[in-house]
C-alpha cells in the first residue's frame, strides 16, 4: 500500500504528460481509482474527475463518436466510464452527472457500430473486439438509447434491410493528435448478413510496426484504390494528413436503402473524382454496388472486398462469378461487370498478427469520363 500510493502521487504529479485520447482517460480512471481506495486520496480524485470531464468534453463527438473515429475507441471510452460509474457508487461517493450524459451519448454511437454477430465494425485503427464484453457493458450502462441511425460528425452511414447492415466510412481525422492512426479508408464499406460477415476491412495490428502501417494503406480496405495509392495522404509522421471534398446522400424506405457518395482524394495525383452508390433491396438479399471514376483516362485502379476468414470463396462460369459460402450455410453469389479474380488477403481483428483470408480484386484502368464498374452481390439457397 505504501508502494501503490507513492506510485499514485507520482502519477496525479504527471498528468497529462505526453497522453491523449483513451491512454490519458485510462490514466486518469486509474488515479480516479487511487482516489478511492488509498489514503489522502480525496485530492487525486477531485484532480482525477476534472480531467475526466475535460476529455468527455474533448474527446466525445455530438452524435456519441469519439474524436478517433475509431469504433473501437468509443467503446473503449463508454467502458472506462461504466467502470468509474460502478466505483463510485461501490464507494458510495456522489457521481457527477456528466459521467452518465456522458455514457448515454456513447452508448447508442457503440450500439451504430455493431454487426449482426454483436462486435464492432472495424474502421479507423480499430478491431472488432469481444461481442460478450460489448453487450455486457452496455447492458450494464444503463444508457435505453437505440442505435444511431446516422453518425455525421463522426463520418459514418449504416443502412439496414431485412437480416443485412452495410456500413461506409464517409469521413476524415478531425484533429492532427487523433489521426497518428486514421486509416486512408474512404468510401470503404463493411457487410453482413445476419451473424455472418461477408465484406470487411483488414482491420488493425495492436502493436506499432510493419502490420499497423499497412493496414493503414487504402488497399487494405473494401474500397477503390487508384494506382495501389491512398485516397488520403500519409505523411512521414505517420499522420493521415489532407481533407479531400467528400459528399454523401441517404435514402432509406421500405423496399430499398441506398448510400450515393463521391470524394476528390485522387484529384490533385491523377484527376480522378470517385463515386460510390450501394444499395440494398429485396429485403437485404441483394447488395447492389457501382463505382464511378470521372476525369482522365489511361489510370489504373482496383475495387476490393475483402472477405470475413470464416468465408469460402470460389470462382465459377468461367471466373464470370464468385460462389461465396459461410460456415453458417448461408451462401452469396457476386458479379461484375469486369474481369473478377480471387486474390489472399489478411484480417486482423485481435492481437498483434493478421489472420490468412482472401479478397475478391476487380481491377480496370479507365477508358474515359466516367469509367463505370457495376457489382452484384445476391443471397443464394445452397
Known amino acids: 500500500f505504501a508502494s501503490l500510493c507513492k506510485q499514485a502521487r507520482h502519477l496525479a504529479r504527471s498528468l497529462p504528460g505526453e497522453l491523449s485520447g483513451v491512454p490519458l482517460l485510462r490514466a ?4 480516479a481509482y487511487s482516489g478511492l481506495a488509498l489514503d489522502d486520496g480525496n485530492e487525486r480524485l477531485e484532480q482525477a474527475f476534472t480531467g475526466i470531464l475535460a476529455q468527455i468534453g474533448e474527446q466525445i463527438l455530438p452524435d456519441g463518436g469519439h474524436i478517433s473515429r475509431t469504433p473501437q475507441a468509443a467503446f473503449e471510452f463508454m467502458q472506462m466510464l461504466v467502470d468509474l460509474r460502478t466505483a463510485l457508487h461501490a464507494a458510495k461517493v456522489e457521481m457527477p452527472e456528466e459521467l452518465q450524459h456522458a455514457i448515454d451519448r456513447l452508448a447508442p454511437a457503440v450500439k451504430f457500430f455493431r454487426h449482426g454477430d454483436g462486435a464492432l465494425a472495424q474502421f479507423n485503427g480499430g478491431q472488432e473486439g469481444n461481442a460478450n464484453i460489448c453487450e455486457a457493458t452496455l447492458m450494464h450502462s444503463g444508457a435505453r438509447g437505440r442505435a444511431m441511425r446516422t453518425m455525421p460528425h463522426s463520418g459514418y452511414e449504416k443502412i439496414t434491410l431485412g437480416r443485412s447492415a452495410l456500413f461506409m ?24 448478413f445476419g451473424k455472418d460477415r461477408v465484406f ?63 470524394h476528390n482524394g485522387y484529384m490533385p495525383r491523377y484527376g480522378l473524382n470517385h463515386q460510390r452508390c450501394v444499395q440494398l433491396k429485396d429485403n ?15 489510370v489504373h485502379f482496383a475495387a476490393r472486398f475483402h472477405l470475413h476468414p470464416q468465408i469460402q470463396a470460389s470462382l465459377i462460369h468461367d471466373g464470370a462469378e464468385v460462389l461465396l459460402r459461410a460456415r453458417s450455410a448461408n451462401g452469396w453469389r457476386f458479379r461484375a461487370s469486369g474481369p473478377i479474380t480471387i486474390e489472399e488477403s489478411v484480417y486482423a481483428s485481435e492481437g498483434e498478427t493478421p489472420r490468412r483470408t482472401l479478397q475478391i480484386a476487380l481491377h480496370g484502368v479507365t477508358q474515359g469520363s466516367p469509367t463505370s464498374l457495376q457489382w452484384e452481390l445476391k443471397r443464394e439457397k445452397l
Not at 464517409?170 to 489521426?179: C, F, K, M, W
Request: hydrophobic share 35%; net charge negative; aromatic share 4%.
Open 28 to 31: 486518469y480512471k486509474g488515479l
Open 169 to 192: 466510412d464517409i469521413g476524415l481525422p478531425l484533429l492532427s493528435q487523433y489521426a497518428d492512426r486514421a486509416h486512408a479508408g474512404l468510401l470503404s464499406l463493411e457487410y453482413s
Open 284 to 298: 437485404g438479399e441483394t447488395l447492389l454496388g457501382e463505382d464511378h471514376l470521372t476525369g482522365k483516362s489511361g
Open 200 to 262: 470487411v476491412n483488414c482491420g488493425t495490428s495492436e502493436v506499432q510496426g510493419r502490420w499497423r502501417d499497412l493496414l493503414r494503406t487504402t488497399a487494405a480496405h473494401s474500397a477503390l484504390a487508384v494506382d495501389a495509392r491512398n485516397s488520403c495522404q500519409i505523411d512521414a509522421a505517420g499522420v493521415l494528413t489532407g481533407r479531400p471534398t467528400v459528399k454523401y446522400k441517404r435514402h432509406e424506405d421500405a423496399d430499398l436503402a441506398l448510400i450515393d457518395a463521391t
